[in-house]
T-cell receptor, first 116, second 111 residues
Framework: SAVISQKPSRDICQRGTSLTIQCQVD?????MFWYRQQPGQSLTLIAT?????????ESGFVIDKFPISRPNLTFSTLTVSNMSPEDSSIYLC?????????????FGPGTRLTVT | AQSVTQLGSHVSVSEGALVLLRCNYS??????LFWYVQYPNQGLQLLLK??????LVKGINGFEAEFKKSETSFHLTKPSAHMSDAAEYFC?????????FGTGTSLTVIP
């Protein structure tokens, strides 16, 4: 298993500003993921962040808007840039642990972002 | 491509009654299926997972799910609902290097 912490747990930001969310894992993991969960909706994958390589973004998400860092095997950051009210969401980081046939994904508690 | 469909965005049951949350999957390969629970203002917690070892999977908090290939289903059940079961439940399938989540089912438990 893995224990994941995120900072901040919540924030209220003004439009046009940027917020960096931190994700810390208690063990070394190769794959980390960033999700967005808009109010009342399911999870949407933003990007996959592997240590030592550029993050891979899903359709509809771009690096300029959501830059990601992955400096080591236990830490990652997601920045939400030039925020607008539409960016108000819960942002979740997760890690995948296991091998073929035994994968599990563990989630952080989330960062609740409100943009005014 | 892999995907999951959760039937019923809201389910209400009485305390002590059977809980049944439905999930159907689509997968071109043997699927790895999961159920997660999200309590208010919290992240997702793994309830149980299917990885082809056994079709009936037991998870935490008394939940279980049965993999039925003929029906492409992986429904979540609990014999007797408890007030603390009120939460959002997500079915997910792993495909490629990522997980695909259903739209979620909100479970309400009526006292």
């Amino acid at each position: 298993s893995a224990v994941i912490s995120q900072k901040p747990s919540r924030d209220i930001c003004q439009r046009g500003t940027s917020l960096t969310i931190q994700c810390q894992v208690d063990s070394q993991v190769t794959m980390m993921f960033w999700y967005r969960q808009q109010p009342g909706q399911s999870l949407t994958l933003i990007a996959t962040a592997n240590q030592g390589s550029e993050a891979t973004y899903e359709s509809g998400f771009v690096i300029d808007k959501f830059p990601i860092s992955r400096p080591n095997l236990t830490f990652s950051t997601l920045t939400v840039s030039n925020m607008s009210p539409e960016d108000s969401s819960i942002y979740l980081c997760s890690v995948e642990i296991g091998s073929t046939g035994a994968y599990e994904q563990y989630f952080g508690p989330g960062t609740r972002l409100t943009v005014t | 491509a892999q995907s999951v469909t959760q039937l019923g965005s809201h389910v209400s049951v009485s305390e002590g009654a059977l809980v049944l949350l439905r999930c159907n999957y689509s997968s071109s390969v043997p699927p790895y299926l999961f159920w997660y629970v999200q309590y208010p203002n919290q992240g997702l917690q793994l309830l149980l997972k299917y990885t082809s070892a056994a079709t009936l999977v037991k998870g935490i908090n008394g939940f279980e799910a049965e993999f039925k290939k003929s029906e492409t289903s992986f429904h979540l059940t609990k014999p007797s609902a408890h007030m603390s079961d009120a939460a959002e439940y997500f079915c997910a399938v792993r495909g490629g290097n990522q997980f695909y989540f259903g739209t979620g089912t909100s479970l309400t438990v009526i006292p």
